[in-house]
């Protein structure tokens, strides 16, 4: 039940952007030029009749509120490219909305437009593309506000909106450790430990109070991590409004095999929507069968309990997307989409 790749997704959204562009009279020259470039090139272009150099910078969000290292990482790769071409006109494509003070970072660096959602729809309009790019942006969740905040409320003086990464690619090392620990009661603790590291890395400016708690399952002492929602991107918005869930269950299953019906149900049992606690996502190594996936659709349908499976697999590729400034929300997004439309009466 895992869903289209991350990468699959960026890969689309980049396709459908170069679309547009060559729609709008320019040339794709990309895979030559972006060989003498400083830095990857999204896309690279000359306008059929005025001649005009455009050298382009793709950037998905599911989120009208981007993280700020996202955004600063775009405009300073896109800056960076400004010396391989002959006075080209730098554009900055983002599916989010950007504050001023970002409009006028991009402005500086010397960024001649600046695409927020509604104006690239608004340039999509006047070509073949608009339906396909529309379509595809509702399907992977663009712009899904919730309620419980209004992202467009948050400053650059949040702390939260002022996360900040390591330059190290910390989610290859994580991914890395997630794959060595042994299976079983013998990595048990190690396993637990470093996917709570991952999730903080990929989704820790969501967060706010954090609690490990104890229980013991068959013979094991084991941990469940619970997290209070403090979101400002709006999948973890509309996830908290949608089953009414302020805290988050991360569990964690280190076994060799994939988890059955009897973890599902296991996990249900610490599950209270009254105590607005409904929502779990469960960490498993090896994934899950067929059999817990229509445990976890039964638990939604009957109890309104939302019981998310994440393989490790799943889990490194979200890691190594968000080294590389792509939303890990996106494949969230899609193992969600596939639990709710494919559940069956």
């Not at 300073?76 to 006028?104: C, D, M, Q, Y």
Request: charged letters at 25%.
């Amino acid at each position: 039940m895992e869903s289209r790749s991350i990468i699959t997704i960026a890969k689309r959204f980049e396709e459908l952007c170069r679309f547009v562009l060559i729609e709008q009279g320019y040339s794709d020259i990309t895979n030559i030029s972006s060989l003498g470039a400083t830095g990857r090139v999204d896309f690279v272009g000359i306008h059929l009749s005025t001649r005009v150099t455009i050298v382009a910078e793709f950037k998905l969000s599911l989120s009208t509120h981007v993280r700020p290292a996202f955004i600063d990482h775009a405009i300073a790769s896109l800056a960076t490219t400004k010396a391989s071409f002959e006075n080209p006109k730098l554009l900055l494509i983002v599916t989010g909305s950007l504050s001023k003070h970002w409009r006028r970072a991009a402005h500086d660096a010397g960024i001649s437009e600046v695409w927020d959602l509604h104006k690239l729809l608004s340039e999509a309009s006047i070509t073949s593309a608009y339906d396909d790019l529309r379509s595809f942006l509702v399907d992977i969740g663009v712009s899904d506000l919730g309620t419980l905040r209004d992202a467009a409320a948050v400053t650059e003086d949040d702390p939260l909106a002022q996360f900040q990464r390591s330059s190290e690619k910390l989610g290859a090392v994580l991914c890395s450790r997630i794959n060595q620990t042994k299976n079983g009661k013998a990595g048990w603790t190690k396993f637990e430990e470093v996917c709570m590291e991952a999730l903080d890395y990929l989704f820790g400016d969501q967060f706010g109070a954090k609690h490990k708690q104890s229980r013991s399952e068959g013979g094991i002492h084991r941990r469940d991590y619970l997290v209070r929602l403090r979101p400002n991107h709006d999948f973890w918005i509309s996830l908290a409004h949608d089953f009414r869930s302020r805290y988050i269950v991360f569990e964690f299953k280190n076994y060799g095999r994939k988890i059955g019906q009897n973890e599902i149900y296991s996990t249900e049992k610490y599950l209270f929507t009254t105590a607005l606690r409904s929502v779990c996502f469960i960490i498993a190594k090896k994934g899950a069968n067929d059999n817990a996936y229509r445990a976890a659709a039964g638990a939604l349908r009957e109890a309104g309990k939302l019981i998310v499976i994440i393989s490790a697999e799943s889990l490194c590729e979200m890691l190594h997307a968000f080294d590389k400034e792509e939303e890990p929300e996106i494949l969230l997004h899609r193992l969600l989409d596939d639990l709710l439309t494919k559940m069956l009466r």
